[in-house]
């Protein structure tokens, strides 16, 4: 079992920036990648970024890329989601997740585990 905390989702205007975290307790050992994913209302959710546990490799969305960093801090069972010029369109329920079986992937389902979402709102 492992659990997941999300934090630092808050309101901010266009072109600013956000560092999203991600917490892991529990058995850690059995987390093979993490994501972040998002979410809209009336929208699917979309995949954002991934990294493996180690953080050597880093996978992003094309809507994110060149804005958004992921990175990890093992130390810490930490993930960070690094937001920048931030866009309007960014705007929804960010979460991050947990797979014990995939790294990198862009589908919702090779996620085992998952945070309980911080709400990340861009204003003009």
């Known amino acids: 079992q492992v659990q997941l905390v999300e934090s630092g989702g808050g309101l901010v205007q266009a072109g600013g920036s956000l560092r999203l975290s991600c917490a892991a307790s529990?058995?850690?050992?059995?987390?093979?990648?993490r994501g972040w994913f998002r979410q809209a209302p009336g929208k699917e959710r979309e995949f954002v970024a991934a990294?493996?546990?180690?953080?050597?490799?880093?996978y992003y969305a094309d809507s994110v890329k060149g804005r958004f960093t992921i990175s990890s801090d093992n130390a810490k069972n930490t993930v960070y989601l690094q937001m920048n010029s931030l866009k309007s369109e960014d705007t929804a329920v960010y979460y991050c997740?947990?797979?014990?079986?995939?790294?990198?992937?862009?589908?919702?389902?090779?996620?085992?585990?998952w945070g309980q979402g911080t709400q990340v709102t861009v204003s003009s």
């Open positions: 990294i493996s546990w180690r953080g050597t490799s880093t």
């Open positions: 529990g058995r850690t050992s059995s987390v093979y990648g």
């Open positions: 997740a947990a797979s014990q079986t995939r790294i990198g992937s862009y589908y919702y389902k090779d996620y085992d585990y």
